[in-house]
């Protein structure tokens, strides 16, 4: 038999350490769908998420019951759509993003992505179209996440992507503002996006994967604050082995899940990410782990280096415990989802630039940010190109979620409840990047991209 | 299919004959059963056989997490597989 203390740290691991599976999405293509009549590609969208999908969320709720592991999300990624409704000349994309969130509603699914469009290198008449779209997809819709790649290491950084995501953030923001420019949470630009992650709001089914997938996100930062309680003040070893041994565990159990829910929907298994999501509840911080390494505050001087190895640690840990690991694997550090980066947000401790430097040896990049509301385009646009750039050349992924809130100035707060959080109103350098923006153009791939 | 059952609550007369009595009721065999008493604190895991039950496993949960609350404890029953899987390579 089992040894007891076993089963009863992972019964603890759940019911006090908030150890669960995040999410369980399905990855579905929708690149059959395309049709020269919009209303038709809709209505085939409609139909293939809801007969695909039909089943999701029972299958998660099944496993929920009979492994006592809580699956808190489970979520649909599509084909980008800027592809689909390309098929579509001319077609507004709103509709696209109605009928995505429509089968949304209909499978009981939390969150559909996939309202994207893969622009590093440069537009299609249809990925112009979707980016046009996306300030009132989002504001009309509730469940469609978005998401835009605008750089990659191969491609190089297309600025004229980021001058017009900078507009369309402020859009989205502006179009959303009795309710703190939510749609801009629910909108990701990314350099270097992977095709397979299963977290919102990045989430898209890339055009290299199967007909459907499950992918299985696994979380814990309050499993890894608890484990690194055990061995304070011991050298950094220590701290990298614990970690590494802690998420083996937690993905081992992701790896359990996907695989039972693979069988269960008939769905070939995809990958397991091993992220650290923080989520705002006390006990839940990626925030408090890098305090718990001997910081006062995240995002004083020794932040970047404590994040570093846990970043590390994580996928070591991870990558021999499930058969594949993808997505993003690592540590995120969304500002708004995660208490101990809110508290140090708001303390004045950690700010943008500190973040940015965080972002260089995390999973991901500067996640749910709040800025004040008159923040013009051009200096959301630069943020984008800065994150973008460290993620050409660290051949890494990089995001930028940042939410312009209408009307709100620094110390303010943004409340956007449940997973989302509250983000405090956080300062940006008022010296205008309105030239620099204005050049538009290519920042060419860098030397490393000439690899064959 | 094997599954965990723990039982965690304040010690009182009657904890597992009550368990096993609702188990042996629902045909599932008791393979295992460890206990511990921490002060006035009542530990038990139990590895049950759950493959010749005569109700759906979650109807087994639930019925178990009723018989929990009715005396103040807390009950669960989970499969074996997930404690293996963290703990076994």
Do not use: W
């Amino acid at each position: 038999m089992l040894n007891n203390s076993d089963i009863l740290s992972t019964i603890h691991m759940i019911d006090q350490e908030h150890l669960d599976i995040r999410t369980i999405t399905m990855g579905v293509s929708l690149l059959d769908c395309c049709d020269p009549d919009p209303k038709a590609a809709c209505r085939k969208i409609y139909d293939k998420i809801t007969t695909s999908a039909q089943n999701l969320v029972k299958t998660g709720e099944d496993i929920e019951a009979e492994f006592g592991i809580p699956v808190v999300n489970k979520r649909i990624s599509v084909t980008p759509i800027a592809l689909v409704a390309g098929a579509s000349q001319g077609a507004d994309c709103v509709p696209f993003a109605k009928a995505m969130d429509a089968a949304a509603k209909e499978v009981g699914v939390n969150f559909i992505g996939g309202f994207s469009a893969l622009v590093q290198k440069g537009f299609t008449d249809g990925d112009r179209r979707l980016i046009a779209a996306i300030p009132e997809a989002l504001a009309e819709t509730e469940l469609v996440c978005s998401s835009v790649n605008v750089g990659s290491t191969k491609a190089g950084i297309n600025m004229d992507a980021v001058r017009l995501m900078g507009e369309t953030v402020k859009a989205a923001a502006e179009r959303t503002k009795d309710r703190g420019g939510f749609a801009c949470a629910k909108l990701v630009v990314f350099c270097n996006a992977v095709e397979d992650n299963p977290f919102m709001a990045g989430a898209f089914h890339g055009v290299g994967e199967a007909e459907r997938v499950i992918n299985v996100g696994v979380s814990g930062p309050g499993v890894v604050h608890y484990a690194l309680q055990k061995v304070k003040g011991q050298p950094f070893d220590v701290v990298a082995e614990t970690v590494k041994k802690t998420a083996f565990r937690v993905t081992r159990m992701g790896q359990l899940v996907a695989r039972e829910a693979s069988a269960r929907l008939q769905v070939p298994f995809g990958i397991v990410d091993l992220s650290l999501a923080p989520t705002p509840e006390v006990g839940d911080s990626v925030a408090r782990i890098l305090e718990e390494m001997g910081l006062e505050v995240c995002g004083t001087h020794g932040t970047t280096a404590a994040l570093a190895l846990l970043n590390d640690a994580v996928k070591k840990g991870g990558v021999m415990a499930s058969s594949s690991v993808g997505g993003l694997s690592g540590a995120f550090i969304p500002v708004s989802e995660d208490e101990g980066m809110i508290a140090a947000a708001r303390s004045g401790v950690l700010g943008l630039d500190k973040l940015e430097a965080m972002t260089c040896v995390c999973s991901v990049g500067l996640d749910m940010i709040a800025v004040p509301g008159d923040t013009p385009a051009s200096t959301i646009s630069a943020i984008i190109a800065d994150e973008a750039a460290i993620g050409m050349i660290n051949q890494k992924t990089t995001a930028v979620r940042i939410i312009p809130a209408p009307g709100k100035r620094v110390g303010d707060t943004v409340e956007f409840g449940g997973l989302l959080g509250s983000a405090p109103v956080m300062p940006v350098h008022p010296e205008s990047a309105e030239a620099f923006i204005a050049r538009g153009g290519r920042i060419p791939a860098p030397m490393h991209s000439l690899r064959n | 299919m094997r599954a965990i059952v723990s039982v965690f609550g304040k010690d009182q007369v009657g904890i597992i004959a009550a368990i096993c009595a609702l188990l042996s009721e629902k045909n599932v065999n008791v393979m295992d059963l460890s206990q511990t008493l921490l002060q006035d604190y009542f530990t038990m895991i139990m590895l049950v056989d759950v493959s010749c039950a005569n109700v759906p496993f979650s109807q087994l949960k639930q019925e178990l997490t009723e018989a929990g609350a009715a005396r103040d404890l807390d009950i669960r029953i989970q499969r074996e597989d997930i404690f293996d899987a963290m703990h076994r390579i």
